[in-house]
């Protein structure tokens, strides 16, 4: 990807090299194992699935996520993971929006 | 979100974040126009969506995306495009991966 792309663009990287950060260490290089997927989700989504930290909650959530149920996250399952997420977020900011006065965080 | 977040946190809430940033301005705060759309691919997409620059190519671009055909861009109709832009990067470092000389980046 270009250099000078934008900030939208770099997140779209950070959000698929990140799969492969982890997917690649061992076994397949396009699956994440189930200790690859659990070592993610705590290093790098420990703010917003407080949830899934523990070793039975990400097994959960693994097991939530694997549709083709092979025991491993693939890229699309992933990405179903990341687009939760987002239309989680997606829903708490529209409703800060619509009527700024509900928002629970002060400021902006 | 907390500000101590990670790079991939942050990169979802970028994401999110740019879709109100556009469908705010104009109408329904949580849709997006033609004209929002279009800004924000010609703004925020131009080194990766090099086919939809011209007015026409991003009016097809909405059409193929706009599910509910009403004319606008949702969260989730926006979410899809991102998708499937993540998934073709996905391919295309996959590659990289299983097979490392076949990647036309020299370098890394």
């Given at each position: 990807?270009?250099?000078n792309?934008s900030?939208?663009e770099?997140?779209?990287?950070?959000?698929v090299?990140?799969?492969?950060?982890?997917a690649e260490?061992?076994?397949k290089?396009?699956?994440?194992t189930?200790?690859?997927?659990r070592?993610m989700?705590?290093?790098?989504?420990?703010?917003?699935?407080?949830?899934?930290?523990?070793?039975?909650g990400a097994d959960?959530?693994?097991?939530?996520?694997d549709?083709?149920?092979?025991g491993?996250?693939?890229f699309d399952?992933y990405?179903?993971?990341?687009?939760?997420?987002?239309?989680k977020l997606?829903?708490?900011?529209?409703l800060?929006i619509q009527?700024?006065h509900q928002?629970s965080?002060?400021?902006h």
């Amino acid at each position: 990807m270009a250099s000078n792309c934008s900030e939208l663009e770099r997140s779209i990287e950070v959000l698929v090299r990140n799969f492969y950060k982890y997917a690649e260490k061992k076994g397949k290089k396009d699956k994440m194992t189930k200790k690859e997927f659990r070592k993610m989700v705590s290093s790098e989504l420990s703010h917003i699935l407080t949830n899934t930290q523990s070793k039975e909650g990400a097994d959960k959530l693994i097991k939530s996520l694997d549709a083709d149920e092979d025991g491993k996250i693939s890229f699309d399952e992933y990405w179903t993971l990341i687009g939760e997420i987002a239309k989680k977020l997606s829903q708490q900011i529209s409703l800060q929006i619509q009527d700024p006065h509900q928002s629970s965080q002060p400021g902006h």
